[in-house]
């Protein structure tokens, strides 16, 4: 693992899994409300588990996204033991979840989903990390990982990588996806060895992924999810990294260019501060300030 002078990157997962542990919760439970019912009649309707396939493995959801009734993707990842965990992508018919395989490189140590974002049955798009070994003393290098589901399989996108010689690192936590040539995902990276930590932007045009690392921020930060109402409406929200403390970041793409928002904090050097998940209304009749990061 590369040395960071803010903060390594292993710490900074560490300090921030509990958090991302209980936003994935929270959004599974988000979207079942969702679907047993309309805000109308919720109330009326008790919660119940909808079982997974059965299996005798560790299964680990971390997002979910719908793009209708009867079809709704959760991913994450499967651990397998003594195999190494990797990538998992569920799938709900409307009758029954099934797992659906997602592919994952021979070359990678472990890999794992952390976002996903459903705009039709063939359309849906997952993001998060794997790990590898490179140089001789085969050090631990950890990257982003893109796939698309077509509506018959899931396949491994294309995307900015770490690079083990400059020390350079990409993480992705969660995507949103606007139209076929309209996709948003962002995390965390560094540019390379002993550099901060910076919030990282990456967009698809239909036909490449780039990525952006900072937004004219002086400060450090991860991106835990991200919300598109519009081309040129797009907010995210996580946490701002430090040595002892957290701040809450928001930041926003106007069309042309990411910045960061301000947001009020309670006492930043005897509290933690998080963002983690971010809901921003798509409705024509609403504009950009009906946003809810929670």
């Not at 988000?30 to 997974?52: E, H, K, Y």
């Not at 794992?112 to 003393?137: Q, Y």
């Not at 009020?264 to 950009?288: E, K």
Request: charged share 15%.
């Amino acid at each position: 693992m590369t040395d960071h002078s803010v903060m390594s990157v292993e710490d900074y997962h560490l300090k921030n899994q509990l958090t991302r542990n209980t936003l994935a919760l929270a959004s599974c439970a988000a979207l079942t409300f969702v679907l047993v019912g309309s805000q109308a009649n919720a109330r009326a309707v008790p919660w119940r588990v909808d079982p997974n396939p059965p299996n005798n493995v560790t299964n680990v959801l971390n997002s979910i996204s719908a793009s209708s009734p009867g079809d709704v993707w959760a991913v994450g990842l499967l651990d397998n033991s003594p195999s190494n965990p990797h990538v998992l992508a569920k799938h709900w018919n409307g009758a029954a979840w099934n797992v659906v395989p997602a592919p994952y490189m021979q070359s990678w140590d472990t890999s794992e989903f952390r976002g996903v974002s459903a705009l039709a049955r063939n359309d849906v798009w997952a993001v998060g990390t794997f790990t590898f070994r490179a140089g001789i003393n085969q050090q631990i290098i950890n990257s982003s990982v893109i796939e698309h589901f077509d509506g018959v399989r899931w396949s491994i996108i294309p995307s900015p990588q770490s690079n083990p010689r400059t020390g350079s690192e990409f993480f992705l936590n969660a995507v949103s996806a606007l139209s076929a040539n309209d996709v948003w995902a962002v995390g965390f990276g560094s540019a390379g060895t002993n550099a901060p930590l910076l919030p990282l932007y990456e967009h698809w045009n239909g036909k490449v992924w780039t990525a952006q690392l900072g937004d004219g921020s002086p400060f450090p930060g991860d991106l835990f999810s991200v919300s598109a109402t519009s081309p040129n409406d797009v907010w995210a929200a996580g946490s701002q990294g430090g040595e002892t403390y957290d701040d809450t970041y928001i930041s926003h793409w106007n069309g042309q260019k990411w910045s960061r928002v301000p947001t009020p904090n309670r006492n930043v050097q005897t509290s933690h501060n998080d963002l983690g998940r971010f809901a921003a209304s798509r409705q024509t009749t609403r504009g950009p300030s009906d946003m809810v990061p929670y």
